[in-house]
């Protein structure tokens, strides 16, 4: 859509019983259905002007104190005909947002961006003026890989770059408030989603990646505890710790590559050293290999002896005849002999 003339809703002229009902009317055209509860013992009372530049929409919002809740419908075909877009909302004063039960707050400058497919609501107990830009779906894949890590995002106006970004849509909607210039809509659309876009990759893609960095170092954790706590059981393997954690064995394999190690190499690992911890507290006797090596979770020996020899250089019988040498007991009672 290229950028159109404004289009503006006011309640002034309208009796007070019409006042929110007309609103609401106006605003699901633009946003999604919506319900208007005013607040404080005034009647309501608002205006919202409307402008389509580019793909996406600006927005202003002036009322008395309200509380606003979205209604169930979908997305307001206004400046965009997709069922699926993100609203940036520019705060200009102290607010309360509840998205799906979150509450946030927001100072003056901060931005949040809210998926207007879903549940919403804010209470505003002064007055409202606030800027809004209506971004469809398909607008942010233009500049960005995952427009859904962008949904109840908020950005600190604290951020230098958020500072920027609201500057530039403050600039934009000061510009085309004095004069609309149709031919620099999508210019003007483009240093938005630019500055969407600058917002994502210094904030949002960052704390992403940090947080699939946290969630693999939980997996790992808990499936250490589990195959530690299960070394005996011959059937312990990637797909049984993969299932018993709920989750899929390439999730598990992402998880342990983070430490340069696969689930099944650590598997093995701790077996062995179960294995050399054994031997090294006790004497060698007659089956004594075979029932450390079972005693682990090996139910073939000869592949027990290969896989210890590999890590510890050594057999292990000669590991467990190496191990009684070195302990006091056996070299004073060797001292004793000589």
Same mark, same amino acid.
């Given at each position: 859509m290229t950028q159109s003339a404004w289009e503006s809703f006011s309640t002034a002229g309208l009796r007070a019983t019409q006042a929110v009902p007309e609103w609401n009317r106006f605003t699901a055209q633009t946003l999604g259905p919506v319900e208007i509860q005013p607040l404080g013992s005034a009647p309501f009372a608002g205006t919202i002007s409307r402008i389509a530049i580019g793909p996406l929409g600006l927005i202003r919002v002036q009322s008395t104190p309200a509380r606003a809740i979205a209604l169930q419908? +979908?997305?307001?075909?206004?400046?965009?005909c997709e069922n699926d877009s993100l609203l940036l909302v520019l705060s200009e004063g102290e607010r309360v947002?509840?998205?799906? +039960?979150?509450a946030l707050k927001l100072e003056r400058g901060d931005l949040f961006i809210r998926d207007l497919t879903k549940p919403w609501a804010h209470d505003s107990v002064e007055k409202i003026d606030r800027l809004m830009v209506k971004i469809p779906y398909s607008a942010l894949l233009t500049r960005v890989s995952d427009p859904s890590l962008l949904a109840g995002q908020t950005f600190l106006a604290t951020n230098p770059m958020v500072a920027m970004a609201v500057d530039v849509i403050r600039s934009i909607y000061r510009t085309l408030e004095i004069q609309v210039q149709?031919?620099?809509g999508n210019t003007m659309s483009g240093l938005i989603l630019d500055c969407v876009k600058m917002l994502y990759d210094g904030v949002v893609?960052?704390?992403a990646v940090q947080g699939a960095t946290q969630q693999r170092s939980v997996i790992r954790r808990d499936a250490m505890n589990y195959i530690n706590s299960n070394l005996a059981d011959p059937e312990l393997n990637v797909g049984a710790v993969s299932r018993s954690l709920g989750i899929g064995p390439r999730s598990l394999q992402r998880a342990f590559l983070d430490v340069g190690q696969s689930p099944a190499?650590?598997?093995r690992s701790q077996r062995l050293d179960r294995a050399a911890a054994l031997l090294r507290r006790g004497g060698l006797t007659q089956g004594c290999i075979l029932d450390v090596a079972m005693s682990v979770g090996f139910n073939d020996a000869s592949y027990f002896s290969r896989s210890f020899s590999q890590k510890f250089g050594m057999c292990p019988r000669s590991f467990c005849t190496d191990a009684a040498q070195r302990r006091p007991d056996v070299q004073i009672s060797q001292a004793a002999d000589a």
């Open positions: 419908g +979908g997305v307001g075909r206004w400046a965009s947002f509840q998205e799906c +039960g979150k149709i031919e620099l893609a960052p704390n190499s650590f598997i």
